[in-house]
């Protein structure tokens, strides 16, 4: 082979292997910016979801605490309230 020809086609090669790895190279980053928003996106839903639990988790107990204050207001008057159990807090 003739080296102006061997050095034509290292060349290409060459160019076409830089391209290939510019083109992977972007790819990448785009890939790595979509996983940082994706994660950042979950991390803000889940704190969102422990402060509504949280949230739900007092008004939940406010509720109980006076439902319990009913139910003995109704034995202190005599009334037999239904149901005659009060269920116990499982969650806690």
Same mark, same amino acid.
């Given at each position: 082979m003739?080296p102006?020809l061997?050095?034509?086609i ?8 830089g ?7 972007? =790819?990448? %980053?785009?890939r &790595?910016?979509r996983? #940082?928003?994706?994660e950042?996106l979950?991390?803000?839903r889940?704190?969102?979801l $422990?402060?509504?639990k949280?949230?739900?988790?007092r008004?939940?107990?406010r509720i109980?605490?006076? =439902?319990? %204050?009913w139910? &003995?207001q109704?034995? #202190?008057?005599?009334?037999?309230p239904d149901?005659t159990?009060?269920p116990?807090d $499982?969650?806690?």
């Open positions: 003739e102006a061997i050095t034509a290292v060349a290409g090669l060459a160019t076409f292997g391209g290939a790895w510019k083109l992977i190279d972007r =790819a990448d %980053k785009k &790595e910016r996983e #940082a928003a994706v950042s979950l991390t803000a889940v704190a969102a $422990e402060n509504e949280q949230r739900q988790r008004y939940n107990s109980k605490a006076a =439902a319990g %204050k139910r &003995e109704l034995i #202190a008057h005599g009334i037999e149901p159990d009060w116990e $499982e969650h806690e």
